[in-house]
T-cell receptor
């Protein structure tokens, strides 16, 4: 069974700190997604990447295909960044069964 | 606004009742899917569809039924609700699987008593 592992599960940091969330996955993905979910809220897609690095505002996502690892970074973190961040892999093994999700990282940014 | 519309946002059912969760998208996406989200677990795929008239089972399909008569709509039916189906349900759509971004609905919080 293809799996996606995220770390840490929970992270509390002070406003302004640099945040890193890690994601590792099994072989043969076609794309890696990073999602954001605010408490009681819906899920928003942040990034989809299959190689290299993407940046949007203070968020940066990287992926290392050889190491089967992706990271999500938040620079100059702010309390509004408090949310659950979810990594999801689209496996390239054939079929159309969508994404395999990590369990999420619960991030709290304190003022 | 373009996106995925999911209704209802909240629902309480009694054991044995049936209901339909609605999902509609206006982006002409071929791929639509239903997930459930439970505490301590990642989202799990219930059913998915790669186009009108085509549906298939995901990881946890038991107790649920779907149909895809149009590109826009992908309803999820609970046939006979059980307490184990208490969860938050999300519908999502994408142009296709794999290389395209996903758009999620706002979720349905379902409680079965």
């Amino acid at each position: 069974k293809n799996e996606v592992e995220q770390s840490p599960q929970n992270l509390t940091a002070q406003e302004g700190e640099f945040i890193t969330i890690n994601c590792s996955y099994s072989v043969g993905i076609s794309a890696l997604h990073w999602l954001q979910q605010h408490p009681g809220g819906g899920i928003v897609s942040l990034f989809m990447l299959s190689s290299g690095k993407k940046k949007h505002g203070r968020l940066i996502a990287t992926i290392n295909i050889q190491e089967k690892h992706s990271s999500l970074h938040i620079t100059a973190s702010h309390p509004r960044d408090s949310a659950v961040y979810i990594c999801a892999a689209a496996y390239s093994g054939g079929g159309a069964d969508g994404l395999t999700f990590g369990k999420g990282t619960h991030l709290i940014i304190q003022p | 606004n373009a996106g995925v519309t999911q209704t209802p946002k909240f629902q309480v059912l009694k054991t044995g009742q049936s209901m339909t969760l609605q999902c509609a998208q206006d982006m002409n996406h071929e791929y639509m899917s239903w997930y459930r989200q439970d505490p301590g677990m990642g989202l799990r795929l219930i059913h998915y569809s790669v186009g009108a008239g085509i549906t298939d089972q995901g990881e946890v399909p038991n107790g649920y039924n779907v149909s895809r008569s149009t590109t826009e709509d992908f309803p999820l039916r609970l046939l006979s609700a059980a307490p184990s189906q208490t969860s938050v349900y999300f519908c999502a759509s994408s142009l296709s699987t794999g290389h395209y971004g996903y758009t999620f609905g706002s979720g349905t919080r379902l409680t079965v008593v």
